[in-house]
Each structure stands twice: as structure tokens, then as C-alpha cells.
């Protein structure tokens, strides 16, 4: 193979110094899976560590939404509960498949939804991509979700079992495990479709209101070129805060419901569509809000801190060359 040329010359050794320097302190531009598999990790890492670390909020939540007449006492009120009732450990049920679960899913949808978005703009052209981002952005967030909550449902179900039933097993793999063994891997999924139904608006409405408040942001406040590590960070922060009260409040009836639909195995003959019917009758839309407050607190700590992490990592692994079509 050829030597690739020099560069041209400026005819100032200093000039051509500081040229060089520059060069190689811009991060090289990638592409195909170097790109991708490093938007995935980055993905990865910022949902695992995010719903990892807020187990505690979620064990709350679903107690909240699986048994309001117990745990009547608000938010504040529920932590207090489960620690008198269970001990402090009782925060941390369902941890491990909550980790495993969303580490795969925060993968598929982070990932997923990098790739299709340049899979839209190669197929409509910048120009018309610019134009029409937020629909850009509704149907690359969708697609992505798609395919992340087939990797995620399994294992979200097995963690609302420990956590509704705290008896049923030890942990992820025992779990896991006997579900697969007395229910079959069909009960894996008997929440598919409330996950769709929670996920996918979820996922299209964090994504689309977290790139508008961010667009907003640099367009008005921050300039985007020459703006530090930290305000980045900070903007992140502050977009993926809305972002997340948003998405929880579009997604909240449909989390009551896969709690619900989770809490125990189906009857002889019961199909999945029954129960949600049988559910929705049951919750009511009141009763479809259950825990809406102590899941507007954890959906936007973690995704405030999961598009802060997302940032910061694609930055600290080179994740660079994606097209951006935000004005």
C-alpha cells in the first residue's frame, strides 16, 4: 500500500507545528460497529447504573402500585414501611435483574437509536432529516425500544416476582429459574405488550423532548462550540430532568399495568389480553396513577443521569462521527 502523503505545507514551521497539533488532538471520526458498539456501551453503562442505583425508589414504587391499601402513606411513608416491615435490605430486592435487565436494554436503545437515526438521514437526505428531526427522532427512538424491550421483558418480570412476592426466590438466578421451569418461557413474556405499551411512548417521548430542550438550550443560552465538559454535562442534566418527568407521566398507566399484569401468574386459560382488559377495569384511571409521584422522582434522577453519563462516556471512549441534525 501507498505512503500516504504529508500534509501541505504552509510554508511556516510554526504554523505547521500548531496545525499538527491540532490534527491530532481532534478525536478521530468513526464509523459502522467501532461507532456503534461504543454508543451501546455508553448506553449500557448509563441504564444499569442509573435503575441500579435507584432499586430502592422502584422497590417503593411497585409496592405502591401492587398494594395501595397497604402502602397509603405516600412516599416517604412507603420507604418507612418496607424498612418496619422487611428491614432495610428489602430496598435492594430485584436488584440483580435490574442491573442485567436495563445493562442489555440501555445497549439495544441507545445504540439502537444512534443507528437508526443515521439509518433515517441516509435514507431521506440531511436536509430533509433537518426538516422533519422530531419525526427523525419519534420512529429511531421506537425502533430502537422495540428490540431493547425483547431483551429486557424477561428479566423486568422476574424482578416485579421478587419484588411483589419477596418470598418467591433469592435472587436473579433462582428467580429466573423458577419461573422458567414451573410457568415455561411463555411467562417471561405475558408482559410484553404492556412494556411495549409503557416503553415505546416512553423511550420516543425522552428521546424527542431531551434532543428539543437541548437543541432550545445551545441555540439560545450556551454556545455548543466553544462550551466546557461541565456545562455540557450540566445541559444534559437539565435536558434529560424534563425529558424524564414526561416520559413518566405518558408511560405511568402502562407501568401500573406490567406491575400489575407481573404480580402473578396467569389463571388456567387466561390469555394476556383478558388480563389487561380485566386490569384497566380494575385500576381505574386514578388507580392507574398509583405511585405516579414516587416514580416522577426516579424517572427524572435517572434520566437526568443517564443522558449526563451517556455524554460523558461517548466522550471519554471517542464515540464520535455520528450525524446531528439539530439546528
Not at 414501611?81 to 432495610?88: H, S
Request: aromatic letters at 10%; one cysteine or more; glycine letters at 12%.
Amino acid at each position: 500500500m501507498a505512503a500516504q502523503a504529508p500534509p501541505a505545507s504552509t510554508g511556516s514551521a510554526k504554523i505547521d507545528a500548531v496545525k499538527q497539533n491540532v490534527q491530532a488532538a481532534e478525536p478521530q471520526k468513526l464509523s459502522g460497529l467501532a461507532l456503534y458498539s461504543r454508543f451501546a456501551f455508553a448506553g449500557a453503562v448509563c441504564c444499569s447504573v442509573t435503575h441500579g442505583g435507584l432499586t430502592p425508589v422502584d422497590v417503593v414504587k411497585t409496592r405502591i402500585q401492587l398494594d395501595p391499601q397497604t402502602y397509603n402513606r405516600g412516599f416517604i411513608g412507603g420507604f418507612k414501611q418496607v424498612i418496619q416491615n422487611e428491614g432495610a435490605g428489602a430496598l435492594l430486592t430485584g436488584a440483580g435483574p435490574t442491573f442485567a435487565g436495563y445493562f442489555l436494554q440501555g445497549a439495544l436503545k441507545f445504540g439502537g437509536y444512534e443507528f437508526f437515526k443515521q439509518q433515517s438521514i441516509g435514507l431521506l437526505g440531511y436536509e430533509s432529516a433537518a426538516n422533519n428531526r422530531t419525526a427523525v427522532y419519534l420512529a429511531s427512538a421506537g425502533a430502537a425500544e422495540f428490540f431493547a424491550d425483547i431483551a429486557l421483558c424477561p428479566l423486568e418480570a422476574t424482578r416485579i416476582r421478587l419484588v411483589s412476592q419477596p418470598t418467591f426466590a433469592s435472587g436473579l438466578v433462582s428467580g429466573f429459574s423458577k419461573i422458567a421451569k414451573e410457568e415455561g418461557v411463555g411467562a417471561f413474556y405475558g408482559g410484553f405488550g404492556p412494556i411495549l405499551f409503557k416503553q415505546i411512548p416512553y423511550t420516543m417521548s425522552k428521546f424527542v423532548v431531551y434532543e428539543k430542550v437541548a437543541e432550545a438550550i445551545y441555540a439560545n443560552y450556551v454556545d455548543k462550540a466553544t462550551a466546557s465538559s461541565g456545562t455540557n454535562t450540566a445541559v444534559n442534566l437539565g435536558s434529560g430532568l424534563i425529558a424524564g418527568f414526561a416520559a413518566a407521566i405518558i408511560s405511568q398507566p402502562a407501568d401500573t399495568m406490567l406491575s400489575k399484569i407481573n404480580k402473578t401468574q396467569a389463571l388456567p386459560g387466561e390469555g394476556t389480553t383478558s388480563r389487561l382488559i380485566k386490569i384497566a377495569k380494575e385500576l381505574g384511571l386514578r388507580g392507574s396513577f398509583s405511585g405516579i409521584g414516587a416514580r416522577l422522582f426516579m424517572v427524572g434522577t435517572l434520566t437526568a443521569g443517564q443522558f449526563a453519563i451517556y455524554g460523558d462516556i461517548k466522550k471519554a471512549i471517542g464515540a464520535v462521527g455520528g450525524v446531528e441534525i439539530a439546528k
